[in-house]
C-alpha cells in the first residue's frame, strides 16, 4: 500500500490532461468534428460489411438492427447507472475527505476506494452472482466500485490544488466555509474533477462488456456469444461497436469538459 | 542602551497616542494582550501583545522574518484565531463575535492578491457587496467607483479576468476589492511585496494619495524598513514574538531609536532615509527664467544674459513643462525654428507631495541636475536642485546630531 500522498496524487493521465488543458475554446472546429467524422466512417464501414455478408441464422440474430440498438441501450444504461452512483458517492466523499476535520481519516478511506479498484470487475461479478444475484444491479454496482476511486482521487486533487491565497482571501473577505467551498473551490476543481469523470466513463464502457456474463446485457452478448458459438465475425462486430461508443462517450465528455470549464482559468 | 532612552521612548508612545486621541477622535483598534500559542510549538508565535492603532493612520508592522507580524494582523481578521486576550475595534470587543460578519467590515489585502480566477474583475470587487446584500445597481455603481479610484478604466476591465491583467493591475483590483464595502479598516499584508521595484514605487505613491482621501484605518505589515518609513504615519517595529521594540512615527524612529535591535533593523544611512520623509513642498523651490513655447529666440537670449542661468525652461500654452533650451541650442538650430523643437526633453518633472527620495531618483535617472516641480494639472511651479537635496541630507544630519547630543542631557520634555 503506498502512502497518502502518492494516493491523493491523480493517476498522470487524468490530472496531466486537466492540468495541461489551454484556455477554453483551444479546439478549432476541425479539432472538434476529427473524431465524430472517424467514428462516422468506422460505423458506415460496419454496417456495408455486415450488410452485404451472406448471414448464417445466429449472425442474422445478432447483428440485426434492431437487436444492436436495443443491445446498445442496455449498454449505455449500465454505464450511466455506475456513473451517477460514482458521482454520488466520489464528489462529495472526496469534498468530505478534504476538510480539515477529516484529515485523520483520509488515508483510510482512500485505502478502502483503493481495494474497490484493486478487485478485478470480473471477481467482483462473481461474488455479488453467490451472494447477491445476477443482472444489472450487480452489474452497476460492480462497475461503480471500479471507477469510484479515479473520480474521488481527481476531485480531491482538484479541491486541494486550489490555490491557499485564494481560499485565504476569501475567508478573509467574510466568506463563510460553505461559499468557499461552492463558489470558489468547487468551480475551481471542475477541470480536475471533470477529467476524472471522463476517465471514469470511458473505462465503465469497456468494463460494461461483463454485464454479459452475468445477464445484465449490453454489447458484450455479441462479443460472448460469438465466441461460444464459435462466431468470430459477430466478436468482431461487438468490439468495434464497444469501441466506438467508448470513444465517442469520451469525445461527448471532453466537450462536456470544455464547456463546464470555468471561463477566466 | 541605557534607562533615560527607555522612557524618552515611552513618552514619546504617550504623546503619540494622545495625538491621535485629539485628531481621530478615537482609537480605532485596540490589542489587549494579544497572544497566539500554535499546538506543538514551545515558544508562543505572538507573546502578550498590547497595541492602540489610532483612527484614519496607516501603521506599519515591520520585523525580520518569523517576528510573529503576520501572525498579528491575522489575529485581527481572526484568520488567525487568538489563543488569549482581547481586539477592540472602534471600542467594540470582536473577540467572539461572528467571524465572518467580523471580516465583511475589514478590508484584506494579501502579497498573492487571492483574486478568483474564475470571476471577472467586476465580480471579484464586488464580493463583499454581495455577501452584504447590496442591491445590483448599488453593487455596479461601486465596482466603477472603485476601478476608476484606482486608475483603471471600467469599460476596458470590468468584464475581463485576473489572468488577462498585469501584476500592478491585479495589485490595483485587490486593493479595490478590499474597500469595496468601504470598511473602516484595512488589512495589507506586504500588498507591494510581489510586484517589479519600479511598479511598486508608483503603486505606493498612488496608494498615499489615495489614503489622503480615504483615510482608513490600516494595519500595513511589510518586512522592508523603507517601505515602513515611506508608507507608514506610524511604525511598530517588533522582534521575536511580536514584542514592540519602538511603536513611534518613522521621524522619530530614525532619528531616536529605542535601543541597538531597533538601530540595526533600520541599518545604516539613516539620514538618507529620511530624505523619504520629506517632500518637495517641504523645502523652498528656486525660481528659473521661463519662456512661452511661441516665443522668439531674442527673447531667449535676453533671459539668459539676464540671468545666472545657463538655460531656460519652455512653457507650453498650460505652463507644462516641454524642454530645456540653452544658448548653444539656439546657435546650432538657426533661426525660425520653434522652441518646442530645440533643447532637452523637460525630464524628472515630481509633484509636490513626491519625497526627496523620489525627486533625487528622477534626477539621477534623468541624469539632470534638476527637477522640476509641477502642481496637479502639470504647471510649471519652480525647481528643485541637487544642492536643495544635499542641503537637506546635511541638515537632517545636524538634527540627528544635536538630538543625540540632547538625549544625553534631557528626558521628557521633548516633543511636548
Same mark, same amino acid.
Given at each position: 500500500m503506498s502512502t497518502t500522498s502518492d494516493q491523493i496524487k491523480a493517476t498522470g493521465v487524468t490530472s496531466g490532461a486537466a492540468l495541461d488543458a489551454g484556455p477554453r475554446g483551444r479546439r478549432s472546429l476541425a479539432g472538434y468534428l476529427f473524431m465524430p467524422v472517424v467514428l462516422a466512417l468506422v460505423l458506415l464501414l460496419t454496417y456495408i460489411s455486415v450488410s452485404r455478408r451472406d448471414k448464417d441464422p445466429t449472425e442474422s440474430k445478432r447483428l440485426a438492427f434492431d437487436y444492436i440498438v436495443a443491445r446498445t441501450v442496455e449498454h449505455l444504461e449500465l454505464t450511466g447507472a455506475s456513473t451517477v452512483i460514482v458521482l454520488a458517492v466520489a464528489i462529495p466523499v472526496g469534498i468530505l475527505l478534504t476538510r480539515s476535520f477529516a484529515r485523520r481519516v483520509t488515508p483510510f478511506a482512500i485505502a478502502l476506494f483503493n481495494i474497490g479498484q484493486a478487485v478485478p470487475t470480473i471477481g467482483l461479478l462473481l461474488i455479488f452472482a453467490i451472494v447477491w444475484r445476477l443482472g444489472f444491479e450487480p452489474t452497476v454496482v460492480a462497475l461503480a466500485a471500479y471507477t469510484t476511486l479515479p473520480v474521488l482521487r481527481n476531485t480531491m486533487v482538484g479541491l486541494t490544488q486550489v490555490d491557499a491565497a485564494v481560499i485565504e482571501s476569501a475567508r478573509g473577505m467574510g466568506m463563510t466555509k460553505l461559499a468557499v467551498l461552492t463558489r470558489i473551490e468547487l468551480p475551481l476543481a471542475v477541470p480536475v474533477i471533470m477529467a476524472g469523470l471522463r476517465t471514469a466513463l470511458t473505462i465503465n464502457v469497456g468494463t460494461a462488456t461483463l454485464g454479459a456474463f452475468v445477464g445484465a446485457g449490453g454489447l458484450g452478448i455479441l462479443i460472448v456469444s460469438g465466441f461460444s458459438s464459435n462466431h468470430p465475425y459477430v466478436t468482431i462486430i461487438g468490439g468495434i461497436l464497444v469501441a466506438v461508443l467508448a470513444l465517442l462517450v469520451d469525445y461527448l465528455a471532453g466537450i462536456a469538459e470544455d464547456v463546464l470549464r470555468p471561463r477566466g482559468l | 542602551m541605557t534607562d533615560t532612552d527607555d522612557t524618552a521612548a515611552d513618552s514619546d508612545r504617550a504623546a503619540a497616542s494622545d495625538a491621535g486621541g485629539a485628531d481621530g477622535g478615537t482609537i480605532e483598534i485596540r490589542l489587549e494582550n494579544l497572544a497566539k500559542r500554535f499546538p506543538g510549538q514551545r515558544e508562543p508565535a505572538v507573546d502578550d501583545l498590547t497595541m492602540e492603532i489610532p483612527k484614519g493612520e496607516i501603521v506599519i508592522l515591520v520585523?525580520?522574518?518569523?517576528?510573529g507580524k503576520t501572525t498579528t494582523m491575522k489575529m485581527i481578521n481572526r484568520i488567525i484565531e487568538p489563543s488569549s486576550g482581547r481586539i477592540f475595534l472602534d471600542g467594540e470587543?470582536?473577540?467572539?463575535?461572528n467571524p465572518d460578519q467580523l471580516r465583511r467590515r475589514i478590508g484584506y489585502v494579501i502579497q498573492q492578491i487571492g483574486l478568483f480566477p474564475h470571476v471577472s474583475i467586476a465580480n471579484n470587487i464586488a464580493t463583499v457587496p454581495k455577501l452584504l446584500g447590496w442591491e445590483k445597481k448599488r453593487i455596479s455603481e461601486r465596482v466603477d467607483e472603485l476601478l476608476e479610484m484606482v486608475g483603471m478604466d471600467p469599460g476596458q476591465y470590468r468584464d475581463r479576468y485576473p489572468k488577462e491583467l498585469s501584476g500592478g493591475q491585479r495589485q490595483r483590483v485587490g486593493v479595490a476589492r478590499a474597500m469595496s464595502a468601504d470598511p473602516d479598516v484595512m488589512l495589507m499584508d506586504e500588498p507591494f511585496g510581489a510586484i517589479d521595484p519600479i511598479t511598486r514605487d508608483r503603486l505606493q505613491n498612488e496608494f498615499l494619495r489615495l489614503q489622503e482621501r480615504i483615510k482608513k484605518t490600516i494595519i500595513f505589515v511589510t518586512h522592508d524598513i523603507d517601505e515602513a518609513i515611506k508608507m507608514g504615519d506610524r511604525i511598530a517595529i517588533l522582534?521575536?514574538?511580536?514584542?514592540?521594540a519602538q511603536f513611534d512615527t518613522p521621524e522619530r524612529i530614525l532619528v531616536n531609536p529605542a535601543d541597538d535591535f531597533v538601530a540595526d533593523f533600520i541599518g545604516r544611512g539613516a539620514s538618507l532615509k529620511r530624505l523619504s520623509l520629506s517632500r518637495v513642498r517641504d523645502v523652498e523651490l528656486h525660481q528659473w527664467p521661463t519662456v512661452e513655447q511661441?516665443?522668439?529666440h531674442d527673447e531667449v537670449h535676453r533671459l539668459l544674459e539676464g540671468s545666472d542661468k545657463s538655460a531656460v525652461l519652455v512653457l507650453d500654452s498650460q505652463r507644462r513643462p516641454v524642454k530645456w533650451v540653452n544658448a548653444d541650442h539656439l546657435r546650432r538650430a538657426g533661426?525660425?525654428?520653434?522652441?518646442? $523643437?530645440?533643447?532637452?526633453?523637460? $525630464?524628472a518633472v515630481v509633484q509636490p507631495n513626491a519625497t526627496l527620495s523620489d525627486t533625487l531618483n528622477e534626477m539621477l535617472s534623468a541624469r539632470y541636475s534638476t527637477a522640476i516641480v509641477v502642481d496637479s494639472s502639470n504647471a510649471y511651479q519652480g525647481i528643485v536642485d541637487i544642492d536643495t537635496i544635499n542641503e537637506t541630507v546635511r541638515s537632517l544630519r545636524r538634527a540627528e546630531q544635536g538630538r543625540l547630543r540632547r538625549d544625553d542631557d534631557v528626558d521628557d520634555d521633548e516633543d511636548s
Amino acid at each position: 500500500m503506498s502512502t497518502t500522498s502518492d494516493q491523493i496524487k491523480a493517476t498522470g493521465v487524468t490530472s496531466g490532461a486537466a492540468l495541461d488543458a489551454g484556455p477554453r475554446g483551444r479546439r478549432s472546429l476541425a479539432g472538434y468534428l476529427f473524431m465524430p467524422v472517424v467514428l462516422a466512417l468506422v460505423l458506415l464501414l460496419t454496417y456495408i460489411s455486415v450488410s452485404r455478408r451472406d448471414k448464417d441464422p445466429t449472425e442474422s440474430k445478432r447483428l440485426a438492427f434492431d437487436y444492436i440498438v436495443a443491445r446498445t441501450v442496455e449498454h449505455l444504461e449500465l454505464t450511466g447507472a455506475s456513473t451517477v452512483i460514482v458521482l454520488a458517492v466520489a464528489i462529495p466523499v472526496g469534498i468530505l475527505l478534504t476538510r480539515s476535520f477529516a484529515r485523520r481519516v483520509t488515508p483510510f478511506a482512500i485505502a478502502l476506494f483503493n481495494i474497490g479498484q484493486a478487485v478485478p470487475t470480473i471477481g467482483l461479478l462473481l461474488i455479488f452472482a453467490i451472494v447477491w444475484r445476477l443482472g444489472f444491479e450487480p452489474t452497476v454496482v460492480a462497475l461503480a466500485a471500479y471507477t469510484t476511486l479515479p473520480v474521488l482521487r481527481n476531485t480531491m486533487v482538484g479541491l486541494t490544488q486550489v490555490d491557499a491565497a485564494v481560499i485565504e482571501s476569501a475567508r478573509g473577505m467574510g466568506m463563510t466555509k460553505l461559499a468557499v467551498l461552492t463558489r470558489i473551490e468547487l468551480p475551481l476543481a471542475v477541470p480536475v474533477i471533470m477529467a476524472g469523470l471522463r476517465t471514469a466513463l470511458t473505462i465503465n464502457v469497456g468494463t460494461a462488456t461483463l454485464g454479459a456474463f452475468v445477464g445484465a446485457g449490453g454489447l458484450g452478448i455479441l462479443i460472448v456469444s460469438g465466441f461460444s458459438s464459435n462466431h468470430p465475425y459477430v466478436t468482431i462486430i461487438g468490439g468495434i461497436l464497444v469501441a466506438v461508443l467508448a470513444l465517442l462517450v469520451d469525445y461527448l465528455a471532453g466537450i462536456a469538459e470544455d464547456v463546464l470549464r470555468p471561463r477566466g482559468l | 542602551m541605557t534607562d533615560t532612552d527607555d522612557t524618552a521612548a515611552d513618552s514619546d508612545r504617550a504623546a503619540a497616542s494622545d495625538a491621535g486621541g485629539a485628531d481621530g477622535g478615537t482609537i480605532e483598534i485596540r490589542l489587549e494582550n494579544l497572544a497566539k500559542r500554535f499546538p506543538g510549538q514551545r515558544e508562543p508565535a505572538v507573546d502578550d501583545l498590547t497595541m492602540e492603532i489610532p483612527k484614519g493612520e496607516i501603521v506599519i508592522l515591520v520585523g525580520p522574518s518569523g517576528c510573529g507580524k503576520t501572525t498579528t494582523m491575522k489575529m485581527i481578521n481572526r484568520i488567525i484565531e487568538p489563543s488569549s486576550g482581547r481586539i477592540f475595534l472602534d471600542g467594540e470587543d470582536v473577540t467572539k463575535v461572528n467571524p465572518d460578519q467580523l471580516r465583511r467590515r475589514i478590508g484584506y489585502v494579501i502579497q498573492q492578491i487571492g483574486l478568483f480566477p474564475h470571476v471577472s474583475i467586476a465580480n471579484n470587487i464586488a464580493t463583499v457587496p454581495k455577501l452584504l446584500g447590496w442591491e445590483k445597481k448599488r453593487i455596479s455603481e461601486r465596482v466603477d467607483e472603485l476601478l476608476e479610484m484606482v486608475g483603471m478604466d471600467p469599460g476596458q476591465y470590468r468584464d475581463r479576468y485576473p489572468k488577462e491583467l498585469s501584476g500592478g493591475q491585479r495589485q490595483r483590483v485587490g486593493v479595490a476589492r478590499a474597500m469595496s464595502a468601504d470598511p473602516d479598516v484595512m488589512l495589507m499584508d506586504e500588498p507591494f511585496g510581489a510586484i517589479d521595484p519600479i511598479t511598486r514605487d508608483r503603486l505606493q505613491n498612488e496608494f498615499l494619495r489615495l489614503q489622503e482621501r480615504i483615510k482608513k484605518t490600516i494595519i500595513f505589515v511589510t518586512h522592508d524598513i523603507d517601505e515602513a518609513i515611506k508608507m507608514g504615519d506610524r511604525i511598530a517595529i517588533l522582534r521575536e514574538q511580536s514584542r514592540i521594540a519602538q511603536f513611534d512615527t518613522p521621524e522619530r524612529i530614525l532619528v531616536n531609536p529605542a535601543d541597538d535591535f531597533v538601530a540595526d533593523f533600520i541599518g545604516r544611512g539613516a539620514s538618507l532615509k529620511r530624505l523619504s520623509l520629506s517632500r518637495v513642498r517641504d523645502v523652498e523651490l528656486h525660481q528659473w527664467p521661463t519662456v512661452e513655447q511661441g516665443a522668439g529666440h531674442d527673447e531667449v537670449h535676453r533671459l539668459l544674459e539676464g540671468s545666472d542661468k545657463s538655460a531656460v525652461l519652455v512653457l507650453d500654452s498650460q505652463r507644462r513643462p516641454v524642454k530645456w533650451v540653452n544658448a548653444d541650442h539656439l546657435r546650432r538650430a538657426g533661426h525660425g525654428r520653434p522652441l518646442s $523643437e530645440l533643447g532637452l526633453p523637460a $525630464e524628472a518633472v515630481v509633484q509636490p507631495n513626491a519625497t526627496l527620495s523620489d525627486t533625487l531618483n528622477e534626477m539621477l535617472s534623468a541624469r539632470y541636475s534638476t527637477a522640476i516641480v509641477v502642481d496637479s494639472s502639470n504647471a510649471y511651479q519652480g525647481i528643485v536642485d541637487i544642492d536643495t537635496i544635499n542641503e537637506t541630507v546635511r541638515s537632517l544630519r545636524r538634527a540627528e546630531q544635536g538630538r543625540l547630543r540632547r538625549d544625553d542631557d534631557v528626558d521628557d520634555d521633548e516633543d511636548s
